[in-house]
């Protein structure tokens, strides 16, 4: 590399805008009475999840049922889990309510809330009330951002979601559209 003056900065700034970072309690997005952001527009390949609106260039849910289990021990566990990411603008914009990261862990949460497995033994409506809200009162790390434009969501996708799990080589080529 070439010299650089010490005071100089050679490093872009930070593009990713997240407007408000907090801890948001499980219930807040995993409760069966929970209000939606928005409701999907299925016909251009939007999806519900919880509150959430999973955008056209989301891939399906990829976990396996053990990959759930162990998020949710994680969590009993007192163990972070990262963030999710959602996008909130207003309801007539395109992009509004759209997760753009933490499907796999936020279908996981539901599902578990669901009763669809056990995790320890025990599935969530079976464990006592106090049990239930202690897990509904947990935090989990959330972002939320504001972009009202695809492109910049699918970009802040992109960069997030090929951490994760791999994605296939049909699936990038499904997203590359």
């Known amino acids: 590399m070439t010299d650089t003056a010490p005071d ?5 700034d930070a593009w990713f805008r997240g407007g408000s970072t907090s801890a948001r309690c499980i219930s807040e997005f995993a409760r069966p009475n929970r209000e939606v952001l928005r409701v999907a527009r299925t016909e251009i390949g939007e999806r519900q999840l919880g509150p959430f609106v999973l955008p ?8 396996t049922r053990e990959q759930q289990i162990r998020l949710i021990e994680s969590l009993w566990g007192g163990l972070p889990i990262g963030s999710y990411v959602w996008n909130e603008t207003t309801l007539d914009d395109p992009c509004d309510g759209w997760l753009l990261d933490g499907q796999q862990r936020v ?19 079976d464990l006592p009330r106090v ?15 504001g972009y009202r434009d695809p492109d910049q969501c699918r970009d ?18 499904n997203n590359a559209e």
């Open 131 to 145: 049990d239930q809200r202690r897990f509904d009162m947990m935090p989990v790390g959330a972002i939320q951002t």
């Open 56 to 63: 056209p260039f989301q891939r399906p849910p990829v976990w």
């Open 107 to 125: 279908t996981a949460i539901l599902a578990y809330v669901a009763g669809e497995f056990p995790v320890l033994g025990w599935r969530y409506p």
């Open 156 to 173: 802040v996708y992109d960069r997030l979601a090929y951490g994760g799990t791999p994605h296939e080589a049909k699936e990038i080529a």
């Open 8 to 12: 100089r900065r050679v490093m872009p």
